[in-house]
Nanobody, 115 residues
Framework: QVQLVESGGGLVQPGGSLRLSCAAS????????MAWHRQAPGKEREFVAR????????YYAESVMGRFTISRDNAENTVYLQVNNVKPVDTAVYYC????????WGQGTQVTVSS
């Protein structure tokens, strides 16, 4: 069955960095647009970044542009989100999403930004 397993979250100080990973299985990963979304406490889920199936094209939410980088490794069926210069407002559960014939969502990984 389809699985998206996020990892790499945790507690990080403001200004710090994290690398989130999402391991995919059960579908043809290389044909799906992949994305990261997040949900902060008490707020709705929001789009963070997406990457084309080839990895050539990327798109970011304005709030993370210049600080976050999405990438993918189709040989490893994995998508990454490099998170740099984090701010307290980045605290959220981060979800990996596969967009294709239908959407698949992972269970999420918690990122907490606090000193």
């Amino acid at each position: 069955q389809v699985q998206l397993v996020e990892s790499g979250g945790g507690l990080v100080q403001p200004g710090g960095s994290l690398r989130l990973s999402c391991a995919a299985s059960g579908f043809t990963f290389s044909t799906y647009v992949m994305a990261w979304h997040r949900q902060a406490p008490g707020k709705e889920r929001e789009f963070v970044a997406r990457i084309s199936w080839s990895g050539v094209s990327t798109y970011y939410a304005e709030s993370v542009m210049g600080r976050f980088t999405i990438s993918r490794d189709n040989a490893e069926n994995t998508v990454y989100l490099q998170v740099n210069n984090v701010k307290p407002v980045d605290t959220a559960v981060y979800y990996c999403v596969a967009t294709g014939a239908r959407d698949y969502w992972g269970q999420g990984t918690q990122v907490t930004v606090s000193s």
